[in-house]
C-alpha cells in the first residue's frame, strides 16, 4: 500500500468541499475487471487535469486494499488500516467490489457508505449520442437520481426463518401485537427516519436549485407503505415547504394556483408512486428530472433509467455525505472479462468525472465529458459498443489513450 507523500487532506465545512491543489484521493483496484478500470479512469483524470490547470492542480492517487485484493495480502477484504485511510482522507475512487453469496461476507461497498456517512447515492443519466437506446426519442433522457443510501430494507436489518432473533420477533408480533407471522418466515425490518429523509431531500433541492434543474419528483410506495415510504414523502414535503418556499412550487400549486404553469424560476416538486414510475421513465422520460427516492426504491429506478440510454456501463455515480465522497461505475465486477483488456472504463471514468465536479474542478470534468462524447460519436469504442455499431473495437487501453489524446486536442 502506498504511503501519502506531498498530498493534503480534503477538507469539508459545512457540507461544503476545501480541495488543495495537490488533494490527496485514495482509490480502491477492486474485483474483476476493477484494477483494469481504474488505471484507465487515473490516467484520463490526470490528463484532463494537467490539461485544464498545467503544473498548478494535481491529484494525489494514494491505493488502498479492499475486496479480493486485500484477501490475498492480507486475509481480510476490508483491512483495518483501509478503513483508518478512508476515515482520515474521506475521498475514494472506488472499482468494483464482489460481495460473495452466502459466504457470510458484507458488502464492503455498503460498509464505506455508512462509515463514512455518504448518505446521497447520486446518479446522472442521460443519453450520449450514437448509444444504441431501446428508446424511439433517447434525447429525452437527461434525469439525476438522488437515492438515499443508508436507511431502509438496506440497513440490513434481517434474520433467517430459523434464527433465535428471528423466532422473538414473531412471538413478539403474535403476543404483543396480535399479529401472526408463519413460524418458517424470514424476518426484514424496513426503517425510514425523518432525520434522514430530510437530509437526502435537502442536498437533492440544493443540486436542483444550483443546477438550474427544473423538476423534483419523489418516488415512493406510500400508498401500501404508509408508515415509511408514505412518511419519506410527507416529510420530503415538509422540508421543502419549510427551508425553500421562496424557490419551490408544489405540482398541485401549480395546478390550483396558477393555472397549470409554473412560475418562472421556481422549482417544481412532485411525487409520484413507485411502480408508475417505471412506465413514465420509458413513455415520458422528458417529464423527469431529478428523482428523489429511499433506497430499494432508488436501487431499482437507478437501473431502470440506466437502460433507458442503452448501456448502464457508460453511467458513473456518486455516494456523498457531508464530509466525504466514493465515487464509482455503477456496474459489477463481470469477472469473465477480467485481465482482458477489453472492458470498457467509461463508468467509472464518469464516477471521476463526478468527484471532478464535486472538487470544484469543472474545467477538467468538462474535457472528460467532451472526450467521452466525441469518441462515442466517431465510433472509436470498446466491444460493448462497437458490436452494435458495427465496427472494429479497441481495447481498454486503447480507448483509454483514445480519450487522452482527445483531450489533448481540446
Known sequence: MNQVSDGEKVKFENGKWIVPRNPVILYIEGDGIGPEIVTAARKVLDKAVQRAYGSKREIKWVEVLAGEKAFVKVGDRFPKETQEMLMNYRVVLKGPLETPIGKGWKSVNVAIRLMLDLYANIRPVKYIDGLESPLKEPNKVDMIIFRENTDDLYRGIEYTYDSEEAKKIRNFLKDELGIKVEDDTGIGIKVIS??????????????????????????????????????????????????FRDKIVTEEEVNTQYGGRAPEGKLIVNDRIADNMFQQIITRPDEYDVILA????????SDAAGALIGNIGMLGGANIGDSGGMFEAIHGTA???????????????????????????????????????????SKRVTQDLARFMGVKALSTSEFTNELVNIIDTL
Open 294 to 301: 429511499p433506497n430499494l426504491n432508488g436501487d431499482y429506478i
Open 194 to 243: 425523518k432525520f434522514k429523509t430530510e437530509r437526502i431531500t435537502r442536498m437533492a433541492i440544493n443540486y436542483a436549485i444550483q443546477h438550474n434543474r427544473k423538476k423534483v419528483t419523489i418516488m415512493h410506495k406510500g400508498n401500501v407503505l404508509k408508515y415509511t415510504e408514505g412518511a419519506f414523502r410527507d416529510w420530503a414535503y415538509e422540508l421543502t415547504k419549510t427551508e
Open 335 to 377: 469477472p469473465k472479462y477480467a485481465g482482458k483488456n477489453t472492458a470498457n472504463p467509461t463508468g467509472i471514468i464518469k464516477g471521476g468525472e463526478l468527484m471532478l465536479r464535486f472538487m470544484g474542478w469543472d474545467e477538467a470534468a468538462e474535457l472528460i465529458e467532451k472526450a467521452i462524447l466525441t469518441a462515442v460519436s
